[in-house]
């Protein structure tokens, strides 16, 4: 039997699970947890959805709040979009400033691309907070005709064909333009954060 503390438990590790799936959690890996989760709390909505329909004639309003909560936590799961965007909006309110502060120190120098690859990847010298989600680096690009700097941090990031979500920090006019482009385009998926920041979804060229 499901107490009131379980309950908010349950809603606790839901919130959390979320969170780290957001910010930490490889695509794949990713996948299966969304299953195991869509398939536990269809479970707990089934069961109580049977409870409640045994106990109508004595229903308590207790009951009726366990079953908002696992179906109202299935759907935000099954719909993954939903706590996703809420996230997002509060991570870029939230960590804007620290994004700022890379970018100064990319053009001052102090931060600069040191991957493996020599792609252009940085990989930052904090493991937190998370400002670039799935390893905590970014992607340096200079224009070679003008130096202008465009710097990418990562919202969500695919693999393979799939496209990626990023917050995107340019000076660069060709790539202004290419942003407004897109924009104008697919504005469900990309609009302009701030001067200079603009939230892009896919590759844009």
């Given amino acids: 039997m499901i107490k009131k503390r379980t309950l908010i438990c349950i809603v606790i590790i839901w919130i959390l699970i979320t969170l780290?799936?957001?910010y930490y959690t490889n695509f794949f890996i990713l996948?299966?947890?969304?299953?195991?989760?869509?398939?536990?709390?269809l479970i707990g909505t089934i069961i109580q959805i049977i409870k409640l329909v045994k106990e109508q004639?004595?229903?308590?309003?207790?009951?009726?709040?366990?079953l908002i909560t696992f179906g109202l936590l299935l759907i935000l799961t099954f719909f993954k979009n939903i706590p996703n965007n809420l996230i997002?909006?509060?991570?870029?309110?939230?960590?804007?400033?620290?994004r700022v502060e890379i970018i100064e120190q990319i053009k001052s120098g102090k931060l600069v691309a040191n991957g493996k690859n020599n792609n252009g990847i940085c990989e930052l010298p904090f493991e937190f907070p998370i400002v670039s989600n799935g390893g905590n680096d970014v992607w340096i690009i200079r224009n070679n005709e003008?130096?202008?700097l465009t710097v990418r941090f990562f919202v969500f990031r695919n693999f393979f064909d799939s496209p990626s979500t990023k917050f995107v920090f340019t000076e660069d006019k060709k790539t202004i333009e290419a942003f407004e482009k897109r924009i104008k385009e697919?504005?469900?998926?990309?609009?302009?954060?701030?001067?200079?920041?603009?939230?892009?979804?896919?590759e844009v060229y």
């Avoid at 302009?192 to 979804?201: A, E, P, V």
């Fill in 31 to 41: 996948v299966f947890i969304r299953l195991g989760l869509n398939i536990t709390l």
């Fill in 57 to 66: 004639n004595n229903l308590t309003r207790f009951r009726v709040i366990k």
């Fill in 20 to 22: 780290v799936n957001y």
């Fill in 146 to 148: 003008s130096d202008k």
């Fill in 88 to 98: 997002e909006k509060v991570d870029w309110v939230i960590l804007k400033g620290k």
């Fill in 186 to 202: 697919q504005p469900e998926n990309n609009w302009k954060l701030d001067d200079n920041w603009y939230r892009i979804y896919g």
